[in-house]
């Protein structure tokens, strides 16, 4: 259900004249979002006109956008640890990135973020850098689905400070299996 929502959403601003960035850490979720998205009603504009990357990917595209790709190649020379370029010292180029007098970066109405238990609240926190001042942030996520470890990281002092108003909203219902499948399935479990 969240990803329908999300995907929706997308479409919806779309129809608003809004500029979308669709964002997820999954690169096969992106090419689902964008066909949920064109069958909510905007049409084969969603695929063009909404940014649909993934993160490190879009990490990447701003390196380039700022010409920092030499900073970017740096990042992988040498014997460097994977997860700590991936999690730590790529999200910390683009933020300074972000923050620099030069920053070339487009700025979007709104920033969706798909599988958000999949990032790390700091990546969140250099989205929320490209969002214009009254814009949109929709983070949505499945705790449940913690392949990477990453959920226990949205922790109510991550929270502080990360944009967020009120508590996190729970779909109650699932669309993907009858309740009495559900049933059986928690039962089962």
Known sequence: GKSLILAARAAELLKE??????????????????????R???GGKTRRDVTWLNFHFWCKRICEDNDCSEE???????????????????????????????????IYDAILVDEGQDFLPSWWNVLRKVCKKEGEML???????DIYGTARSWTDEAMKGAGFS????????????????????????
């Open 17 to 38: 004249g809004k500029e979308v960035l669709v964002i997820t850490f999954n690169i096969t979720l992106l090419h689902y979002l964008m066909d949920i998205s064109v």
């Open 40 to 42: 909510c009603g905007a």
């Open 72 to 106: 970017y190649k740096n990042l992988w020379s040498g014997e460097k640890n994977v997860n700590q370029v991936l999690n730590y010292d790529l999200p910390n180029l683009v933020s300074v990135i972000l923050d620099g007098d030069d920053n070339v970066s487009p």
């Open 139 to 145: 983070l949505v996520a499945d705790a449940t689905q």
């Open 166 to 189: 009120g508590v996190w909203a729970e779909l109650k219902t699932s669309y993907r299996l009858p309740q009495l499948a559900l049933d059986y399935a928690i039962q089962f479990a």
